[in-house]
């Protein structure tokens, strides 16, 4: 048994090392960082003891990051749920080649996000052929400049990117339903749409969950993007919890005050999805899906 154990720690000593160097200690020395006043230059610091986290709580940026974040999932969630599962329902249709439709529609996920927020930032600047074309139909919107169209764009790019990888967890949830069941309904008469809501979303509930919970978690993680197309702008509309972060630690240098927001960044995120995926939970019990 000795042996047996020391051959598995052995094997687990990779991951292991991996997550203490880059997340336990990394971590640890964020959350002492929160107490001071470092400004990642300096080798001095000072104990401030909860005075950044008093003063996060208080600031525009924090407090915009905390509402974007969640209307950013209001509208990410539904798009990319929705695209994904209509990209699993046609290839789960189709006769053959699934393998091959399901990589195209995975590719945009390995993608570059500052590549593909460059090339939407080129579409969708003033004079592009595609803004010049809306101009020309009685169509003016300043597509990064509109707190509500800046925030649906950088929604919009990420579902994108996202609904091959969702698509992919659905078609294998399709691809485990019994076709016994179908058959069995098409006897007693069940129209196509009850046998989606009857039926079909029931037993997709586990792969259904499993993207709903990941695509909430993303909604907490969003950077790039936001950092390649708005800045956080405008007026704090895109301003997401990495995008304040990374604001205050290398751009006015405050690495403690940073490490605050960083934390607060974290129990709000562990809670908001423990919650949700509770009530979720909570929803699939009582629809008997569980």
């Known amino acids: 048994m000795k042996r047996t154990n020391g051959t598995g720690w052995l094997f687990a000593s990779p991951y292991l090392l991996y997550g203490i160097v880059f997340f336990a200690i990394p971590l640890i ?14 080798p001095v610091y000072y104990f401030k003891g909860f005075d950044n986290f008093i003063e996060a709580v208080k600031h525009p940026g924090v407090q915009a990051a905390f509402f974007v974040t969640f209307k950013f999932m209001a509208a990410f969630v539904p798009m990319v749920i929705v695209s994904s599962l209509a990209v699993a329902l046609v290839i789960h249709g189709l006769p053959r080649f699934k393998g091959l439709f399901l990589i195209g ?4 996920y390995l993608a570059s996000g500052v590549v593909s927020s460059l090339i939407v930032k080129g579409l969708l600047s003033h004079n592009s052929a595609f803004n010049v074309f809306l101009r020309n139909i009685g169509i003016e919107i300043d597509w990064l400049s509109t707190p509500l169209s800046a925030l649906l764009v950088v929604a919009a790019i990420i579902a994108w990117k996202f609904t091959g990888y969702y698509a992919l967890i659905l078609t294998a949830g399709f691809e485990g339903i019994n076709k016994d069941v179908y058959e069995a309904a098409a006897i007693d008469g069940v129209t196509s749409s009850q046998r989606f809501w009857k039926i079909t979303l029931p037993l997709l509930y586990p792969a259904l969950f499993t993207v709903l919970i990941l695509s909430i978690g993303v909604s907490f993680g969003i950077f790039t993007e936001v950092y390649q197309l708005t800045g956080g702008g405008p007026n704090y509309a895109t301003n997401t919890w990495q995008m304040e972060i990374f604001k205050q630690a290398f751009t006015n240098l405050s690495a403690g005050y940073a490490s605050a927001v960083a934390i607060i960044a974290s129990v709000v995120t562990f809670a908001s999805i423990f919650v949700i995926r509770k009530l979720l939970e909570m929803w699939g019990k009582r629809n008997g899906w569980v």
Not at 105 to 108: D, M, Q, R, S
């Open 29 to 42: 020395w964020s959350m002492y960082l929160s107490f001071t006043d470092w400004n990642l230059i300096s």
């Open 105 to 108: 529609f995975f590719l945009p």
